[in-house]
């Protein structure tokens, strides 16, 4: 089991930066893919971004060219640059561990956009 602890969330006004951080302790070795999803209100949880080991990545249709997700293996975490913030990025994001064939989550930090 991998356990999952964010950081970085909080209030922005539109156009301004974030970085959340994701730190993965436990069954580390497991890790295949670690990533970032989030949840609005009245909304289904989607995916934000994820990061294979080997450093390949897949964005949201709705984040790509303004988020950057990036890994840094030896100290075991996911980092997510959000920049160019919209109103509509407000969720509740979560830190996503996959591996083998198992999901792991975080217990989601807050990032609310103002306009």
């Known amino acids: 089991q991998v356990q999952l602890v964010e950081s970085g969330g909080g209030l922005v006004q539109a156009g301004g930066s974030l970085r959340l951080s994701c730190a993965a302790s436990g069954s580390i070795f497991s890790i295949n893919t670690m990533g970032w999803y989030r949840q609005a209100p009245g909304k289904q949880r989607e995916l934000v971004a994820t990061?294979?080991?080997?450093?390949?990545?897949v964005y949201g249709a709705s984040v790509k060219d303004r988020f950057t997700i990036s890994r840094d293996n030896a100290k075991n975490t996911v980092y997510l640059q959000m920049n160019s913030l919209k109103p509509e990025d407000t969720a509740v994001y979560y830190c996503n561990a996959y591996s083998n064939g198992r999901d792991d989550w975080g217990q989601g930090t807050q990032v609310t956009v103002s306009s």
């Open positions: 990061i294979a080991s080997g450093g390949s990545a």
